[in-house]
Structures are given as structure tokens and as C-alpha cells.
């Protein structure tokens, strides 16, 4: 008896060890997200604070007013946003898919470790070397700026982050999917584009998201490649403003009013990411939960 009561009091100081320690890394986990959401909250009240007077229609509708004089607004800024993240996303979304299916199905060849090391690499090199790559293959060889170019430099930076993506979550659908598809008689590749894709879709459509909205923010890949323009534009072969350039452009200004509408742009490049980030957390929650 004495043994067995021995070996329940020592089970029970295990347990109340495991309990403690366990509350505690819960509240080390706490403490760790209070610290990671402060400066975020810090930030989102001091661009309300600092932008939200300027936000107003012709903030949206009207063109930059000449330099010195107050008012105008950021259209073309906002048209030429979109241009190039849309065609940066139509450059280099169908690519990187596909290189993301065949690291995913040939992950063992050498030519799928040879692309994987390079798109790890892709993934580390600072955008203003890959502006300055695309402004001596692109920009150099039509002889000006242009949304091309921007867009180029955009997919460029976009395409391994979205090939990594969609290999990681092919490799989270359930093995049996496979299995049972290819017991029917399906070939591989139709089991591929049939069944594996469909299920992870959400969890690329995720990467896709994310990535546009990384993009979205670039400044210094656009500076050697869309370098900006006052006017609406969309010719692919002309130069395009877009927010983050026009944000370090009017920071950089000794103007007041132009500083107000910098933090105004801010915000709604912030609500922009954030509305991207929402509908990547909304296409997680679709019915196939490939993510």
C-alpha cells in the first residue's frame, strides 16, 4: 500500500508540474502577442490620427495639385496601384502556380531542388536589386519607364512567393485523396489539375492574396521601373504613379499639406492590405480546407 501511495503523490506533483508549466507558457504566449499587437495598434491610431483629416472625395477623384499649392488628391496614385498589381498578378500567378505544382510532384528530381533553392533565394533579395534588374533588361531596352516594367519587377518578386505557397499546401492535402483517385484509374496529371488542386485551393488562393497585398506596398522596385507620373495613365508602354511612390514622395517634400496627404495615402494603403489579408482569411474557411 505504502508503494502505491507513494507512486500516487509522486504522479500528483508531475501533474501539478505539468499544470504550472503549462500556465505559464500560456501567459509567456500572452505577453508575447501583447507585445506583437501594440506596436501594430500604435501604428493603425497614429495613421487615423495623423491621415484621416485628409481622407475626403477629391482626395480620391482629383490629380495632385501643383507643387506648393494645397488640396488636389491621389487618383492617379490609386489607378495606377491597381494596374500594376493586376497585371503584376496576371504575369506571374499562372506561372508560380505551375512551378508550385511540380515542386510539389517531382519534389525529389534534381531539377525541382535546383528551382526550390533559387526561389528561396528570390525570396530573400531585396526588392531595389530586383528593381534595378528589371530596369536594365526592360527599361533600358525600351528606353523609358513604363507599367511593364513596374509590373515585371512586381511578378518578379510575387512569383516565388506564390510557387513556395502552393507547394506547401499541395503537400498538406490528405494522402488518401491521391491514392483513392489513382485507384479509379486516374492518370497522375489528372489527378493533379483533378483532385489534388481543387482540394487546396483555399490555401493558394491565401498565398495569392498575401502576396498581391506584399506587393502592393513595394516602393523601391517601382522607383527604377514605374518612377510615377501626375497624370492618369494605363498605357503599358508610359510610366504610372502608385501610392507607395507617391508616399515617399510627398514624405520627402517640405510641404505641409503634402505630408497630411502622405499619411492619408498610408492609411488606405494599410486598409487596402488589410482588406486583402481579410479575404485571404475568408478563402481559408471555404468548404475545401486545403489550407
Same mark, same amino acid.
Given at each position: 500500500?505504502?508503494?502505491?501511495?507513494?507512486?500516487? *503523490?509522486? *504522479?500528483?506533483?508531475?501533474?501539478?508540474?505539468?499544470?504550472?508549466?503549462?500556465?505559464?507558457?500560456?501567459?509567456?504566449?500572452?505577453?508575447?502577442?501583447?507585445?506583437?499587437?501594440?506596436?501594430?495598434?500604435?501604428?493603425?491610431?497614429?495613421?487615423?490620427?495623423?491621415?484621416?483629416?485628409?481622407?475626403?472625395?477629391?482626395?480620391?477623384?482629383?490629380?495632385? @495639385?501643383?507643387?506648393?499649392?494645397?488640396?488636389?488628391?491621389?487618383?492617379? *496614385?490609386?489607378?495606377?496601384?491597381?494596374?500594376?498589381?493586376?497585371?503584376?498578378? @496576371?504575369?506571374?500567378?499562372?506561372?508560380?502556380?505551375?512551378?508550385?505544382?511540380?515542386?510539389?510532384? #517531382?519534389?525529389?528530381?534534381?531539377?525541382?531542388?535546383?528551382?526550390?533553392?533559387?526561389?528561396?533565394?528570390?525570396?530573400?533579395?531585396?526588392?531595389?536589386v530586383v528593381g534595378i534588374f528589371v530596369w536594365a533588361w526592360?527599361?533600358?531596352?525600351?528606353?523609358?519607364?513604363?507599367?511593364?516594367?513596374?509590373?515585371?519587377?512586381? @511578378?518578379?518578386?510575387?512569383?516565388?512567393?506564390?510557387?513556395r505557397t502552393t507547394e506547401e499546401m499541395i503537400h498538406l492535402?490528405?494522402? #488518401?485523396?491521391?491514392?483513392?483517385?489513382?485507384?479509379?484509374?486516374?492518370?497522375?496529371?489528372?489527378?493533379?489539375?483533378?483532385?489534388?488542386?481543387?482540394?487546396?485551393?483555399?490555401?493558394?488562393?491565401?498565398?495569392?492574396?498575401?502576396?498581391?497585398?506584399?506587393?502592393?506596398?513595394?516602393?523601391?522596385?517601382?522607383?527604377?521601373?514605374?518612377?510615377?507620373?501626375?497624370?492618369? #495613365?494605363?498605357?503599358?508602354?508610359?510610366?504610372?504613379?502608385?501610392?507607395?511612390?507617391?508616399?515617399?514622395?510627398?514624405?520627402?517634400?517640405?510641404?505641409?499639406?503634402?505630408?497630411?496627404?502622405?499619411?492619408?495615402?498610408?492609411?488606405?494603403?494599410?486598409?487596402?492590405?488589410?482588406?486583402?489579408?481579410?479575404? @485571404?482569411?475568408?478563402?481559408?474557411?471555404?468548404?475545401?480546407?486545403?489550407?
Open positions: 500500500m505504502s508503494v502505491r501511495a507513494g507512486g500516487m *503523490a509522486h *504522479a500528483g506533483r508531475y501533474a501539478r508540474r505539468r499544470r504550472l508549466l503549462s500556465s505559464f507558457m500560456l501567459a509567456l504566449t500572452g505577453v508575447a502577442s501583447v507585445i506583437v499587437l501594440v506596436p501594430l495598434l500604435l501604428i493603425f491610431y497614429y495613421l487615423i490620427s495623423a491621415g484621416a483629416g485628409a481622407l475626403n472625395l477629391d482626395f480620391f477623384i482629383r490629380l495632385p @495639385a501643383p507643387v506648393g499649392e494645397t488640396g488636389g488628391g491621389m487618383a492617379n *496614385a490609386f489607378l495606377g496601384t491597381v494596374l500594376l498589381v493586376a497585371l503584376a498578378g @496576371a504575369i506571374g500567378v499562372p506561372g508560380a502556380i505551375a512551378a508550385g505544382v511540380f515542386l510539389a510532384e #517531382e519534389r525529389h528530381s534534381r531539377l525541382a531542388r535546383l528551382v526550390r533553392f533559387v526561389a528561396d533565394v528570390m525570396n530573400g533579395i531585396p526588392s531595389v526592360i527599361v533600358v531596352w525600351m528606353g523609358r519607364f513604363s507599367l511593364l516594367a513596374g509590373s515585371v519587377a512586381l @511578378a518578379v518578386i510575387l512569383i516565388p512567393m506564390v510557387a492535402v490528405p494522402r #488518401e485523396l491521391r491514392e483513392g483517385a489513382r485507384a479509379l484509374g486516374f492518370t497522375r496529371w489528372r489527378t493533379t489539375f483533378g483532385i489534388i488542386l481543387p482540394a487546396a485551393r483555399a490555401g493558394i488562393l491565401t498565398g495569392v492574396l498575401v502576396a498581391l497585398a506584399r506587393i502592393a506596398g513595394e516602393t523601391a522596385a517601382l522607383l527604377f521601373t514605374a518612377f510615377g507620373n501626375p497624370f492618369l #495613365e494605363w498605357r503599358l508602354n508610359e510610366p504610372v504613379a502608385s501610392l507607395p511612390l507617391l508616399i515617399y514622395q510627398y514624405a520627402i517634400s517640405p510641404y505641409d499639406d503634402w505630408h497630411r496627404q502622405a499619411w492619408a495615402a498610408s492609411l488606405v494603403l494599410i486598409g487596402f492590405v488589410l482588406v486583402l489579408s481579410l479575404a @485571404a482569411r475568408f478563402a481559408v474557411k471555404s468548404p475545401y480546407r486545403g489550407g
